[in-house]
């Protein structure tokens, strides 16, 4: 699918953008200075990986784990790195009219309006639409498994209310029935709130990359405090870098990790109010 949007919008758009407008200029429109909103904005293409823990959650199910779980992290990574980059790049020589990002003062609108005004064509939109609902149902499926792991794990570990019935597996569909029903249920729930207010969903929606960039430090900040030691990083290990480079890296992930959770938390636009405040 990828290889398919990504040659359909370099072969429809016309006419193209200018080198000067896709790699020079910088639009701000939020309110706030260029170097906040450049921050801010770094939330979305941490959300593109926020699923990047999913292999360690399944690290009990791969076989030589302390390689497999390394390899498909830095793997997804690349692969994320790779194909976002590129399709960013050809969407941004494609787009005839940045005023679309702002038609209806929504965002959720905003990948199809793209869509039609780089391929123009409805038609070709609508079929990429589809085709993302398709994915989509994959990627829940994904997304499904490793939250009934992390449920089912837990419970067996007893840190769970009624963790006695959430770590049963059923005997003939080998699957934690319970611990299904349990994140099932708590996703429906997260679905209804949006009846009641988007602005709450969307600080829902926003809290999970700031959950997961802290849930990330905190092993980091403890490797520091413990100086790397060998106890926990063993010399033998099968995913190893030298250790200056482990330092710098380490200590890059804390600085890093404490700037964008400052600015993750600033409305997008200012002055704000109560619907844009999470937005």
């Given amino acids: 699918m ?8 370099l072969a429809r758009s016309h006419p193209k953008q200018s080198s000067t407008f896709v790699w020079v200029t910088f639009i701000n429109e939020t309110g706030w200075p260029d170097g906040v909103c450049f921050l801010s904005g ?20 791969c076989t030589e784990p302390e390689r497999t779980v390394p390899r498909t992290m830095l793997a997804a990574i690349g692969n994320g790195f790779v194909t976002g980059f590129a399709y960013t790049v050809a969407l941004l020589y494609g787009i005839t009219d940045i005023g679309v990002m702002n038609a209806d003062g929504s965002t959720r609108w905003i ?3 793209l869509n039609v005004q780089i391929l123009r064509s409805t038609t070709m939109a609508n079929a990429f639409s589809i085709l993302m609902v398709i994915v989509g149902v ?5 997304v499904q ?15 769970l209310v009624f963790s006695k019935y959430l770590q049963r597996v059923h005997s003939k569909l080998d699957v934690p029935i319970f611990a299904l029903i349990l994140t099932w249920s708590l996703v429906f729930i997260c679905g209804l709130i949006y009846l009641g207010s988007a602005t709450a969903v969307n600080a829902l929606i926003g809290s999970a990359v700031i959950l997961q ?14 100086k790397l030691s060998k106890r926990f990083l063993p010399t033998k290990r099968a995913f190893k870098l030298p250790e200056i480079l482990g330092w710098l890296a380490n200590i890059y ?10 600015f993750f938390n600033f409305p997008i636009f200012v002055p704000t109010d109560s619907f844009s405040m999470s937005k």
Wanted: glycine share 2%; proline share 3%.
């Fill in 42 to 61: 770094l939330s979305t293409s941490c959300y593109m990986y926020i699923g990047l823990d999913a292999s360690m959650h399944m690290a009990e199910e």
């Fill in 253 to 262: 992930v804390v600085v890093f990790t404490i700037v964008t959770l400052i």
């Fill in 138 to 142: 994959f990627i829940i499926i994904a």
């Fill in 111 to 113: 990948p199809y309006l």
């Fill in 145 to 159: 498994e490793t939250s009934i792991r992390l449920a089912w794990s837990f419970a067996r570990d007893e840190g």
């Fill in 2 to 9: 990828f290889l398919i949007s990504f040659v359909s919008l």
């Fill in 213 to 226: 960039q802290l849930s990330f430090v905190i092993p980091v900040v403890l490797l520091l405090y413990q």
